[in-house]
């Protein structure tokens, strides 16, 4: 059996290593908070990064996460939300969207059950999708 050894100028080599790089540098930049109490998507984020994950404590109570509009800035850059709730309490974390948007066509969005996950993209201008 004969092989031909790959170089870093055969095109598929050098996709794939292109795609490993900027993996791991959205892997690095990823921003992530572990809230306790009601807050907005983005409201105090300042860096910039693809993709935001929250981990929700909602031990003392309900918390409800509140998202952006979608016509605002961070949305218009493509920025998607992941939210997780992390505890075990009878309480839920609500996903509230801003105005009269809407969650997969509902007013809100509950995460009930310990590690429930959702993770947000805009699918139209008034419609958050569930990816």
Same mark, same amino acid.
């Given at each position: 059996?004969?092989?031909?050894?790959?170089?870093?100028?055969?095109?598929?080599?050098?996709?794939?290593?292109?795609?490993?790089?900027?993996?791991?540098?959205?892997?690095?930049?990823?921003?992530?908070?572990?809230?306790?109490?009601?807050?907005?998507?983005? =409201? @105090?984020?300042?860096? &910039?990064?693809?993709?935001?994950?929250?981990? $929700? !404590?909602?031990?003392?109570?309900? %918390? /409800? #996460?509140?998202?952006?509009?979608?016509?605002? =800035? @961070?949305?218009?850059? &493509?920025?998607?939300?992941?939210?997780?709730? $992390? !505890?075990?309490?009878?309480?839920? %974390? /609500? #996903?509230?969207?801003?105005?009269?948007?809407?969650?997969?066509?509902?007013?809100?969005?509950?995460?009930?059950?310990?590690?429930?996950?959702?993770?947000?993209?805009?699918? /139209?201008?008034?419609?958050?999708?569930?990816?």
């Amino acid at each position: 059996m004969s092989t031909t050894p790959l170089n870093a100028s055969t095109t598929s080599i050098s996709l794939y290593h292109e795609s490993i790089n900027e993996n791991a540098r959205r892997a690095r930049f990823l921003n992530a908070a572990s809230p306790v109490a009601n807050f907005t998507v983005w =409201a @105090d984020d300042t860096g &910039g990064a693809p993709i935001d994950v929250y981990y $929700v !404590d909602c031990t003392s109570g309900t %918390v /409800t #996460v509140t998202l952006p509009a979608i016509a605002s =800035a @961070d949305v218009a850059l &493509g920025r998607a939300v992941r939210i997780v709730r $992390v !505890d075990a309490s009878g309480n839920s %974390v /609500t #996903v509230d969207p801003n105005g009269s948007e809407i969650v997969r066509g509902s007013a809100t969005f509950t995460l009930a059950s310990q590690w429930d996950s959702v993770l947000l993209h805009p699918r /139209t201008s008034s419609d958050w999708a569930i990816l």
